[in-house]
Nanobody, 118 residues
């Protein structure tokens, strides 16, 4: 069964915005509180890379390319992490993956496509 359910991808023009959401569908709230959460992306022909991360205590970390334009946040009561992406660039076209991990437990979402094109 799917642990992480992603939504919000699609087509956007360069300079536009998208908001990705990821719900931890099976975790109870107390378990979700233990997870560090992150968004990765994989562009065609490239390796998967970290975009943004947020720890279980709320500390955030961003790829240099995302700083100042992307914001990661979490809503523990809804077991959800979101990625607000502004001023998107064509080179950010990729499949975006949600990730949750705690100790040896590591979950990946199925990925959601983001296309930045005019």
């Amino acid at each position: 069964q799917v642990e992480l359910v992603e939504s919000g991808g699609g087509l956007v023009q360069p300079g536009g915005s998208l908001r990705l959401s990821c719900k931890h569908s099976r975790a109870i709230t107390s378990t979700f509180l233990m997870y560090d959460m992150a968004w990765y992306r994989q562009a065609p022909g490239k390796q998967r890379e970290l975009v943004a991360a947020i720890t279980n205590s709320g500390s955030r970390n961003y790829a240099d390319s995302a700083k100042g334009r992307f914001t990661i946040s979490r809503d523990n009561s809804r077991k959800t992490v979101t990625l607000q992406m502004n001023d998107l660039k064509s080179e950010e076209t990729a499949v975006y993956y949600c990730n949750s991990h705690s100790g040896s437990v590591n979950y990946w979402g199925q990925g959601i496509k983001v296309t930045v094109s005019s």
